[in-house]
T-cell receptor
Framework: GDSVTQMEGPVTLSEEAFLTINCTYT??????LFWYVQYPGEGLQLLLK?????DKGSNKGFEATYRKETTSFHLEKGSVQVSDSAVYFC?????????????FGQGTRLTINP | DGGITQSPKYLFRKEGQNVTLSCEQN?????MYWYRQDPGQGLRLIYY???????QKGDIAEGYSVSREKKESFPLTVTSAQKNPTAFYLC???????????FGPGTRLTVL
């Protein structure tokens, strides 16, 4: 079945550092890819998405590019802030299938120190 | 404002009791989902519903039940058959043409 693998955390960086969180996927179809963010004690918020190969999703300084050849969707940010501390989830959904269930990675906890 | 609400935010249950978690959305979405989140883990799908009066089991449905009598509501019952119910429960909904799901704030269930 479909699956998502994220880089293991936790990840700790200093403010203004460059961030990369790796995400690779396995899917039989042509999935849409998502990054969600979860702040402590809250639900998930959609951070960005990409629906086809070579699409770049971006939001709040975060970017991720849908790479079909490497089955990857790595999350990047050029200069992180303390407020970016959260858990980040990579996910896929195959729009070609009726239920369009989301398959999540295990999450990566990010801590940014001032 | 449109969104998804879950109640209560915190819930405590004694062993052997059934409890029902509420999920309501005013986004006019057809599909709704229930996930379970355990510490340090990703989300696992419990049940989902694509239309009123219809629902399907997800990956970890044992010990849980749902109903979908109204488009806006998708309550989840955690039964006494669920052996390890302490977790954070998240409800989500999705529109017809969108692949993205919108999440509620979650309910943290603790079994005493």
């Amino acid at each position: 079945g479909d699956s998502v693998t994220q880089m293991e955390g936790p990840v700790t960086l200093s403010e203004e550092a460059f961030l990369t969180i790796n995400c690779t996927y396995t899917a039989t179809g042509y999935p849409s890819l998502f990054w969600y963010v979860q702040y402590p004690g809250e639900g998930l918020q959609l951070l960005l998405k990409a629906t086809k190969a070579d699409d770049k999703g971006s939001n709040k300084g975060f970017e991720a590019t849908y790479r079909k050849e490497t089955t990857s969707f790595h999350l990047e940010k050029g200069s992180v802030q303390v407020s970016d501390s959260a858990v980040y989830f990579c996910a896929l959904s195959d729009l070609g299938r009726g239920a369009q269930k989301l398959v999540f990675g295990q999450g990566t906890r990010l801590t940014i120190n001032p | 404002d449109g969104g998804i609400t879950q109640s209560p935010k915190y819930l405590f249950r004694k062993e052997g009791q059934n409890v029902t978690l509420s999920c309501e959305q005013n986004l006019n979405h057809d599909a709704m989902y229930w996930y379970r989140q355990d510490p340090g883990q990703g989300l696992r799908l419990i049940y989902y519903s694509q239309i009123v009066n219809d629902f399907q089991k997800g990956d970890i449905a044992e010990g849980y039940s749902v109903s979908r009598e109204k488009k806006e509501s998708f309550p989840l019952t955690v039964t006494s058959a669920q052996k390890n119910p302490t977790a954070f429960y998240l409800c989500a909904s999705r529109g017809v043409s969108s692949g993205e799901q919108f999440f509620g704030p979650g309910t943290r269930l603790t079994v005493l």
